[in-house]
């Protein structure tokens, strides 16, 4: 539904080849301007979807279900598909984290007709990036099961709480599957768990896929070229609304502070964090964060206490996800006609160039379009509204 | 603008295509307490940021200055500034580059001042001229000249204290900036301020509360005038541990362990059967859940 409409727009930008070169570029101005106009609109259209105040799934337990099966070797994105895949998922891991400080991921491999969980479900984004880069040097081979690799996740999301948010995210090169017994058992269990799973092929629409998709509320697209690929995988970075069977509850959190007392040095105390890790070892540090329930002592936040359990985590990681539930307002775009002589925000001179400026609806004032996209793609505050002290009240009531 | 100065630049680690961009944010609503109670201490901030704004200038010639004022109803850019009401003669000297930096903070200065109404209000919108300053850098970034290096900081000098009520607006300015690698920089007169410190931390930046206003000048060239690539080699004041415990939205009180709703990510220093913040109403913690549940709650 809404992928289709996305998928019209993209189609104008089709011209281009697939080369992973475009992707890296795109940040540096590299694309010709009719192209970062489309994006430019077609980011704002989907800023305009977005609902606010719907619940969502803040505590997000997403497993990656990757292909690794002969198909992936297609060079149809350059130089493979996979590599091209393992590229982008780099750096989907890094935002996903950024963007759901409290969540967890998992990454499951389907290859020969076998998955294989290459790294188990946690908050951890270099443990992932580490399991992915040894990919690279994976042999591509077989066919796929997607049954297979829907029953691993499936197995391991069955025993989360039942406040967390749970997730499949497939993507698969592969137009077939080869499942040993009916994969519709599969997809009804999933249904039961409340497990969303969502796909995105790298070929052409496959049936099953769009079932699988359609009967557990996710979404399944196919990508167009690379750009698209990224965009379709980095709209997986937000959070979905929450399952229907979703229960809420309130979780019991630490927050630790550094154990600091004025004028005198810290002790030096072990850390748990490296114990069992065989490359680093735990050594004696000073400095650290500790357990306010048991005073286990960890290098990082957010972390779950080994000793005892209790969920650890610093104010500013919740901070993270808030712009997630308390979005900017959402611009209107109408014509230039001197309503304003610069930018609100970046005291930019409109000129006869400014075909358009953008509204804020809340605090009236006028922003161009680069502002627009950067205070909803990233800021996430209207630093009009923030500047409104009217308005700033009648938000934190 | 381009300055011809005869000053030696520093050549030991800055290449001649890097400008540094700083941004100062000078609080200068009249409802701080500094003012209310001291009202000509105005003139010597206001002084002190302009030596210290030229000071800038002149430690390289490729490096930009923009200058906000933040109240409580109002930000604006008071340099470079939009209007043209200045009348910009030819400038081939530093002294008249300077003169004109100080004469359009004044002037602009003056206009706010003048048009700020007579209730006063002590709380003074830093989280949102702090947004303003991340969009003016991200105009910069965008439009400088390719294959050259932009480093921006914001140095944030205030008399204000703590405003809960910004939370949001500082955490989202905090982590854009920590994105966009731009340092803030915390150069506190009057109050311990813990959110802005949190924002030093999470930039990189410094924060200092100066012990006495009279220093300020000193203050601000000994510790903020330092670019921070060079920060690491200067003696300066060791980084304090900063508190990252989190504030109840029930009571704006410190707690170490908190509940935590699980749609919103709202904190509760207590148990409470319905969240505040998005009306979702828990499940009971009682025994009979906790059984029915038991296989499932061990994670
Ligand atoms: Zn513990
Ligand atoms: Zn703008
Ligand atoms: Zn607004
Ligand atoms: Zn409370
Ligand atoms: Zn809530």
Redesign the interface.
Known sequence: MVDEEDAKEYRWETGYEKTWEAIKEDDEGFLEASVTDIIQRAKRKRQAQKLPNTKLGMMRHLYLLLDCSDSMSNQDLKPTRLYCTLKLLELFIEEFFDQNPISQLGVIIMQNKRADKISELTGNPRKHIKAITTLNRTSLIGEPSLQNGLNVALKSLKLLPSHASREVLVIIGSLTTCDPTDINTTIDALKVEGVRCSIIGLAAEVHICKQLAAETNGTYSVILDDSHYKDLLFQHIEPPPAAVCLDSSLIKMGFPHQMVTEGTDEPLTMCMCHVDSVEEGSKLTTGGYYCPQCCSKYCELPVECRVCGLTLVSAPHLARSYHHLFPAPSFKETDYNNQSLICYSCQKSFTDLDKHVYQCPKCERTFCIDCDIFIHDVLHTCPGCATNPAILQSNSD | MSLELETTKSEDFVSTDEISLLVIILDTNPGQRLLRENPQTLTQCVDSIIAFGNSHLMQKSQNKLAIMACH????E?IYPG?SKTLDIRQIDGQYEVFTLVERTIKTNLHKIIATENTIL?N?S?L???L??A???I??IQ?NKPPGCKLNSRILVVTGSGDSA?????Y??????AQ??NVVIDVCALDQHLSLLQ?GCD?TNGLYLKIPQLQGLLQYLLWVFLPEPPIRPKLVLPPPV?V?????CFCHREM???????????S??CK??PI?TT?H????M?GPLAVKS?KK??K?
């Open positions: 409580s109803k109002t930000s850019f939009a209000s709380e919108l989280a949102g001229a947004s303003m991340l969009c003016y991200h105009r965008r009520f910004q939370y949001m607006s955490m989202n300015v905090f982590f854009t994105k966009q949190q999470i541990k508190d990252y415990r989190a504030a707690v170490d362990i908190g509940y935590v709703c699980s749609v919103c990510l904190i509760f148990f409470s969240c998005c979702t109403v828990f499940k913690p549940k499932k709650m994670l």
